[in-house]
C-alpha cells in the first residue's frame, strides 16, 4: 500500500519508520518530494467538493511530502489502524500509540495518509510510483550537506542501531 508522510511530519521520519518497521511492514520504495498544485490536485480529486479543499491543497503542496510503498499481509488494514483516525484529536482518545495521535495535529495536517481500499491503493500508488517506467512527481531530496549511510537490515532487527540519532 501507498504510506505518505505529509508536510508537518517529514522532520519525524525516522521515528516514524521506526514504528513501521516494528509494526511489521518492508518498506520497498521511498521518495521526498514537493507537490504541484496540480498534483496534489490530481491526488485529492475526491475531496474536491469538500469544503476543505482549498486548505488540503495549500497544506499538502507547503513543504515536502515522502512517499512510500510498504509491503505486509493485509497491508491496507494494517496501515490504516497504525495511523489511527483521521482526526488527531480523536486519534488521541481512541489511538494513542498511533501515528495520527502521536504526531498529528487536526484533520487536515494529520501526518500521515493511507489509501481506504485496494482500489485507491492501487490509483495512488500509480501517482507516486508509475508502472509505466514514468517517474511521477519528481524527486526533490537534496544531499548537498551530508553523507549516506545505508544501515542493513540484520542491524535493526537486532536493535543495534538509533534511527532517530542525528551526528554532527
Known sequence: TLALIKPDTVSKIGEIIEIINKAGFTITKLKMMMLSRKEAADFHVDHQSRPF??????FI????IIAMEILR???ICEW????GPANSGVARTDASGSIRALFGTD???NAAHGPDSFASAAKEMELFFPSSGGCGPANTAKFTTCTCCIIKPHAVNEGKCMLNTVYP
Open 61 to 64: 503542496t507547503s513543504g515536502p
Open 53 to 58: 479543499f482549498n486548505e488540503l491543497i495549500q
Open 73 to 75: 499481509d493485509d497491508a
Open 107 to 109: 484533520g487536515i495536517r
Open 80 to 83: 490504516k489502524r497504525l495511523l
